[in-house]
């Protein structure tokens, strides 16, 4: 028998691949809040613009946060994720949120509050390395989560964290040149991050590319995942959203839109990109696969 | 110290799910919940097909991704190295459930305790055994820690009618475990994912 011919156990009293079914949308709605808004954040702290850090706060602190608790099955409990940070990622991004709650709310409290709320001058670089630091570790660190364990062959990969948070880069990319351009600003700001948006869209599909070429050359169960991916049940997903809407059809509206200036169209390209960025990591999520319970026949389709 | 772990001889195994049973009736898992379980394959093409069976189980690995991954600290691991959780310090984050490749991680959904098998609320039985578990948590095999502390050997190991399960410390070089392991080849679940199971398998 060939790893070929092995198919996805029914339950777990038969023998094949096993579905993974416990994290479901709402890990997959936190990581995407996560990755968005840590992402939006830093790119309109480093471009100072308030109104876009503003809503990448929110977005993390709110929506992560919300979909995390709601998630939980002891949401009384959630403090106590953050008790391991020396062994488990979970516990290292919660301490990450908190320190970029903290942070970014005392940066963000000069823009709305006034400048009484200002930062002395010796703190305020402090504590924006601090937001800056643990924005970057949300974006990426959900990657880290999911590729800790070898069970899922899949995502037991050092490419998975890069995949993340190039992906959480364009998120905020794309959703900072929308914020900026609904607000009617523009200049030299809003070419560099259009001219960033086209890179990252170029490299994400490059970066997807080889992530599904080195699986189809991974562990069987991670095969059969790729597999599953370009040819079964998931095909639809990945080439039609993933692919077409999030990648292609983003950057060609981004490009017709270095000519047409239009207000739906700026929401239509990060509605795109938003798109394809929550139905990656929804795919990512639904498709991950165990191997089968043996060790000859998973020696056998090495 | 000690290194509790099982060798399971799948030349006697008969598929007969007598383990999976027993550790139902000892640990009173809820429906769906099966902490030992027998997968069966089959193999071959007719008509020279048989039926494979491998029971399965917690491995209570010495390297256990499960612990590793716990963000509370709620998965821990005993000093004779049974695998347990503490369902007080369990968040139900599930990231045990996704860490473990051998699939032997129960969460226990909201309402799954408000009803038994009967369709009618729960058995007297089930009233008692129900109450060692909490909806929201996180579940597994101990191994039956709460009989290996009182000198008895695990449900399924009792039970199994071929005595297809052997019991024991594994730390031993001249254990009975050991010698098994040495003598038959054993081998475990996965070895690639380097967890270092205290289950083997003897098919020689």
Known sequence: ?302 | MARLGMVIDLKRCIGCNACTLACKQETGTPEGMHYARVITREVGMYPAVKRTFLPVLCNHCDDAPCAQVCPSGATWIRADGLVMVDREKCIGCRACAVACPYMNRHFIERGLLQHGYSSDGLSPYEAIKFADFEEGTMSKCTLCAHRVDQGLEPACVVTCPTEARIFGDLEPENGKLQLLIRERGGWTLLPECNTKPSVYYLDE
């Open chain 1, 1 to 302: 028998m060939t790893t070929q011919s092995i198919a996805i156990a029914p339950h777990r009293f038969a023998f094949g691949y096993y579905r993974q079914a416990w994290w479901n949308w709402l890990i997959g709605a936190a990581f995407f809040c996560g990755g968005l808004g840590a992402g939006l954040f830093l790119i309109s702290l480093l471009t100072r613009h308030a109104l876009g850090m503003l809503v990448g706060y929110l977005i993390v602190v709110v929506g992560k946060n919300t979909a995390h608790l709601l998630y939980l099955g002891r949401p009384e409990r959630f403090w106590r994720a953050a008790m391991r940070p020396d062994r488990s990622w979970i516990a290292r991004g919660i301490w990450a949120s908190g320190l970029f709650g903290v942070s970014g709310l005392l940066l963000l409290l000069p823009y709305w509050l006034g400048p009484a709320w200002q930062l002395p001058p010796g703190i305020e670089p402090a504590v924006s390395a601090v937001a800056i630091v643990s924005a970057l570790f949300i974006m990426f660190y959900d990657g880290f989560v999911m590729n800790t364990s070898p069970a899922i062959p899949f995502w037991h990969t050092k490419l998975l964290p890069v995949l993340v948070l190039m992906y959480a880069a364009l998120g905020g990319t794309t959703l900072a040149l929308t914020i900026r351009e609904l607000r009617g600003g523009g200049g030299a700001v809003l070419d560099y991050l259009h001219h960033e948006e086209h890179i990252l869209l170029t490299t994400n599909f490059l970066l997807l590319s080889f992530y599904l070429l080195r699986m189809l050359r991974w562990a069987p169960a991670a095969r059969e995942t790729a597999r599953l991916w370009l040819k079964g049940p998931y095909a639809r997903v990945f080439f039609g959203l993933v692919l077409l809407v999030g990648l292609l059809a983003t950057l060609l509206l981004s490009l017709v839109h270095d000519r047409v200036q239009a207000t739906w169209l700026v929401a239509l390209i990060a509605a795109c990109e938003m798109t394809g960025d929550f139905a990656l990591l929804m795919i990512l999520l639904k498709s991950g696969l165990f191997a089968p319970q043996t060790a000859k026949a998973y020696v056998q389709g090495r």
